[in-house]
């Protein structure tokens, strides 16, 4: 079961798991000097301000996804980059502790996944997910505007949309945890189970540095983390926690004392309520079949698109150079989606220890101290805020997070930076 010249592969989604799915395609074809027919499917335009032109997210690209971008001879262009983030501020009670970039090399940046919010004045901002989806076209993928109604399976998988029926060689699903799966029940797909976030857009306020992300941990009370993101004109809030309530945006400003900027009342630009993954899909996989981004798994609360870019390509080196049956996905694209769950299981015990440190005034005291101790040494050896932007950047894995936050020097400053704050110094 193999792709051959002229086999045709729908891509069912057109964001950017399934946008990097046909680059990855495209890329992996031309090497096996191999024609494929590759048919997108996505009925957004994302070209639009709002909600309805959009993907629902922070939008934050990091520095491995920028990095990861020149393998497929990708180049961001400057209207799409909306702010460079050169630093992270944490915000918890009184307390605020600073991180700046590890690696001046390595660029993190913020985007726009739509036109802008829905409220927002001219020019629009560029989305990136239009020109993502720009550059498959222009590599010889087919754009079709329309909502995939069903995806049946049978000898070969037949997509339905309103007005046509088209069948595939491989159909790769890409729709997200935001859009219904069109499978048909005999396929027996389960989606990732999925907290709620919330966001909004607001002007970006006046003495914030454009270059910060401002992350908050301590209103509303269901909150784990909430980020106020630079956006060029604009800042994005995205809230996670469980159980949010319907006013989490404006007890977020009230609380972290935001208010303060906007003494006419906070413009409220685009409210949303999108859904992000906190598993992963137990069945990603079939004959001809193939689930890639977070409708199959995805990193733990960072670095989606990033995770869109590594299930996509492993998909599709699979699909061309192993073939498209259910035990080549099962050997070729399995232990990437495996390498990803297990890599959040780390980041879940991160975030767990990290929330017990904010709760113990004591204990984040003793790793400001820890951080403040490593300032002066090279920039590879500030272990504790290297953990810290990691964890909230998505720039290294979890493990490699963890492993490096039990390390000698880590435990050495931290245990350091306590003594200093139980002896008063």
Excluded at 116 to 139: I, K, V, Y
Excluded at 250 to 259: R, V, Y
């Amino acid at each position: 079961m193999h792709l051959t010249n002229g086999s045709r592969v729908v891509i069912v989604g057109g964001g950017p798991a399934g946008s990097f799915a046909a680059l990855h395609l495209l890329r992996f074809a031309a090497q096996a000097n191999l024609t494929l027919e590759i048919v997108i499917f996505e009925a957004r335009d994302f070209n639009r301000p709002g909600p309805g032109g959009c993907n629902k997210c922070a939008g934050i690209l990091s520095s491995t996804l920028v990095a990861n971008l020149e393998t497929l001879d990708l180049e961001l262009p400057a209207e799409v980059i909306q702010a460079e983030l050169n630093a992270y501020v944490l915000h918890s009670g009184e307390a605020e502790i600073l991180l700046h970039r590890p690696n001046s090399g390595r660029r993190s940046l913020s985007v726009y996944r739509g036109s802008g919010p829905r409220l927002g004045t001219s020019p629009t901002p560029h989305s990136f997910d239009s020109w993502l989806l720009n550059q498959a076209r222009e590599r010889g993928a087919q754009i079709r505007r329309g909502r995939v109604q069903t995806i049946t399976r049978s000898e070969h998988p037949v997509v339905a949309t309103a007005h046509e029926k088209l069948e595939a060689d491989l159909v790769v699903l890409a729709t997200g945890v935001n859009s219904r799966a069109p499978l048909d029940a005999a396929w027996h797909y389960q989606p990732p189970q999925t907290e709620m976030m919330a966001q909004d857009e607001i002007p970006m306020p006046g003495g914030f540095l454009t270059d910060r992300v401002h992350i908050f941990f301590d209103h509303p009370q269901e909150l784990i983390f909430g980020g106020l993101i630079p956006k060029g004109r604009y800042a994005n809030i995205s809230l996670l926690g469980r159980g949010l309530p319907p006013d989490a945006i404006s007890d977020f400003l009230e609380g972290n004392k935001l208010t303060k900027f906007f003494p006419e009342g906070t413009p409220a630009l685009c409210g949303c309520t999108p859904r992000i993954a906190i598993s992963a899909a137990p069945k990603f996989y079939d004959e001809r079949l193939v689930i890639v981004g977070d409708a199959a798994v995805t990193r733990l609360y960072k670095d989606g698109i990033g995770a869109a870019f590594t299930t996509a390509e492993a998909a599709a080196r699979t699909a061309v150079q192993r073939g498209i049956s259910r035990r080549d996905f099962a050997s070729g694209y399995r232990p990437t989606h495996q390498q990803i769950t297990t890599d959040n299981l780390y980041g879940q015990f991160l975030f767990r220890i990290w929330a017990a440190t904010r709760r113990s005034p004591f204990l984040l005291n003793a790793w400001r101290r820890a951080i403040l101790s490593e300032v002066d040494l090279p920039k590879a050896n500030q272990i504790h805020a290297r953990v810290l932007w990691g964890m909230f950047t998505g720039d290294e894995s979890y493990q490699k997070i963890f492993q490096l936050s039990l390390s000698c020097p880590a435990l050495r400053a931290l245990w350091q930076g306590a003594l200093k704050d139980w002896r008063g110094k």
